[in-house]
């Protein structure tokens, strides 16, 4: 984690420390009072040092807390403790930076009196009568007071803290000289104190707007009392580097090698201002979608971890949100459904500020952030980002370790298990590498039965509860994982040194296929059917009259994501296909006992249907297929005429496109002796076309 060192005391000092904080950087922030430290929010990412420090003593705490950049942000009179600053960086190698406080239009001080210091006001002062407000601090009290002539005259407006009023009562001034308040002030303010304490002369310091110069100055010359301004003393630059409020982030950017947000910065003055035309411009609410990673703290990003700190309100499963910001308002959604109408509640009562809404892991990555924010994108009056996390499975990857762009990815989480146990199955035997997500240790348990038998001698990589203190990354094989017992967060990874290289579509040999005296879709005509299905990776397939099953396992073995749906009418057919489908490790082939079309009845509408057998139903088949898809696409074998005949009449009934009609005849080699014969086999003709409905 980035570290930054700031000398403040100042507004701008402690406004800076409260930036870099909400972006997640560690601040060490030194003051000189018990006060400063009172003024500071108090956060987990900042340490606040109290006292004043000479050159030694900063020495010391460089080497105690390794600061990336020292800030110095003091007071522009604190000349001295800057200087002390930069002696103690010499040859140190640390980056130094000063925040240097803007003067803007304060430098032409037309009718007031400019003084090179506070030795020369008092020459001024003793030569004039009434009283005196001073509000250039505690530090210089003694010069002012040295002469009672002077001491009697004034009023004093200094920090209420403990060693400011020590200091105006060593130096001799009593309770009713004393104003201990917390600048800057409106012109209202100043007019009402010099009203109050009939106040002649005003002495201040070149302090800049933020020191709130321009209201005191502004409120003198409208009630016509003198002022009296001390010189800023001039800054000795040399090789510095020197940046005021407005340009320091860009420069802290570079340093500390990430993005800063820049906080609003606003004054009294332009407040309402900026916050009208805010709402025009970013609606009364922003929302940031943060991927928060793996759950530790320690790996979140400094982006993200800055959107939380600053936000007002805070949405997220309850594991997630519970460690952040206690002092904002939680809400333990995280689903669209209960998100949205809460922050539209929000935006009805007229509430303005920031909204983080956590996801684990990362934002693109099987997460619930895009349909989020979807529905974000239709509510007027909010502006949306998105803050990426660091995802599980680059974590993993990093710990076995191994590259993850060569692999594979699937998620158990929030999926139908025939769905993902279908695909896994699939992959794993298929792909060298294979990362997945899940729900917990049961899905866990399922993914080793699986691979037991399937394909016992893979490894299986399993990330527990990474990036926490309890994180472990384990080796197993299949077997092993059946007896974990610890539950929690797992995600693993799936190496499959010797994976299958038979199945990458079709393609598979007869001799691979079990067979009985049941029929069975030859070799090449089944490549030439499946081909003419034009199966699309998420097809819904059936193949009525099934057989052996040849059919259904060469559609599934195209892709894990294609579902087929197999019915045959004889006991034997249906028992031989759900053996080939196991034999291949096929878990998106349903195997159904029936007479189409009436055993088809609870079949999933289809994309696609190969008709092998009809036993003479075609008619009735085809018109149930166009009643359940009447745009899906169909391919039928025939080898008798009368099936032929039969499918041309059918033909005529509905209307269809991209038909197409091919005889084909097989002639395969057999050895006699030291002979090869070809031996003809049946013709079959492929009948394949698109049901149309217009």
Known sequence: MKNV????????????????????????????????????????????????????????????????????????????????????????????VRLERRLDAEEDFGKEEVFADSQAVCQALLARQGNILLTTGSKELHIFCRDERLRKRLIVR????????????????????????????????????????????????????????????????????????????????????????????????DLLGCRL?????????????????????????HVALVGIGMGAEDYLTCRGKGAILNADYIFGASRIIEPFSAGVEKYPYYLAADIVPKIKELLAEKKRGNIAILFSGDTGFYSGCKKLYEALQNIEGLSVEIIPGIS??????????????????????????????????????????????????????????????????????LGYQLSYAEEDVLCLTPRECLLLEKEGLYVGMLYNDMPQTIYSGAGLS????LRTKVPMTKEEIRHLSVAKLRLTPEAVCYDIGCGSGSISVEMAMLSPG????????????????????????????????????????????????????????????????????????????????????????????????????????????KTLGDYHMMMGQNPVTIVSFQFTSN
Not at 46 to 54: A, F, K, S, T
Not at 263 to 272: F, H, I, Q, S, V
Not at 279 to 284: C, N, R
Request: aromatic fraction near 8%.
């Open 5 to 96: 060192l700031i000398f403040s005391g100042t507004t701008e000092g402690r406004r800076l420390a409260e930036t870099l904080v909400k972006n997640g950087i560690f601040c060490h922030v030194c003051v000189a009072t018990e006060y400063g430290v009172q003024v500071m929010e108090s956060s987990e990412l900042m340490q606040v040092h109290m006292g004043r420090l000479d050159v030694d003593a900063m020495k010391e705490l460089y080497a105690d807390i390794r600061p990336d950049v020292v800030i110095d942000a003091t007071h522009p009179f604190a000349k001295i403790v800057s200087e002390n600053i930069r002696e103690s960086l010499r040859n140190r190698g640390i980056p130094y």
């Open 392 to 461: 599980s499975l680059v974590y993993l990857a990093s710990k076995i370790p191994t590259s993850w762009e060569d692999a594979k990815i699937i998620s158990t989480h929030g999926v139908a298990e025939d769905k993902w146990i279908s695909r896994l199955l699939w992959i794993g035997l298929h792909e060298k590498k294979v990362f997945f997500l899940t729900s917990g240790l049961e899905d866990v348990r399922k993914i080793g039965s699986l691979f037991m038998r399937y394909a016992p001698q893979l490894k299986i990589y």
């Open 510 to 513: 007869d001799e691979w296929m």
């Open 158 to 253: 200094v920090l209420p803290g403990m060693e400011s009023l020590s200091l105006c009562y060593e130096n001799g001034l009593e309770g009713n000289q004393i104003i201990a308040m917390q600048g800057p002030f409106s012109e209202e303010i100043n007019t009402a104190i010099y009203r109050q304490y009939d106040i002649q002369h005003m002495v201040t310091k070149e302090s800049g707007s933020i020191g709130g110069m321009a209201e005191k100055l502004s409120a003198a010359r409208k009630m016509g009392i003198r002022s009296y301004v001390i010189a800023r003393p001039k800054t000795d630059t040399g090789n510095w580097q020197i940046y005021d409020e407005k340009k320091i982030l860009a420069a802290l950017e």
């Open 562 to 669: 294609i579902r087929v749906y197999a019915i045959d009418s004889v006991e034997e057919a249906v028992a031989l296909t759900r053996k080939n489908s196991d034999r291949f490790g096929l878990k998106n082939v349903q195997v159904v006992q029936g007479m189409a079309p009436e055993g088809m009845e609870n079949f999933p509408e289809p994309t696609h249907a190969f008709i092998g057998g009809s036993r003479g139903n075609m008619a009735a088949i085809l018109k149930n297929l166009y009643a359940k898809n009447p745009s899906m696409r169909v391919v039928i074998n025939a080898i008798s005429l009368e099936t032929l005949s039969e499918i041309m009449g059918c033909l005529k009934t509905w209307k269809v496109t991209d038909l197409d009609i091919t005889q084909v005849q097989i002639s395969k080699a």
């Open 261 to 285: 947000q820049a906080d609003d910065g606003l004054t009294e003055e332009n407040e309402a201002e900026v916050l009208s035309e805010a709402d025009k411009a970013y609606g009364q609410m």
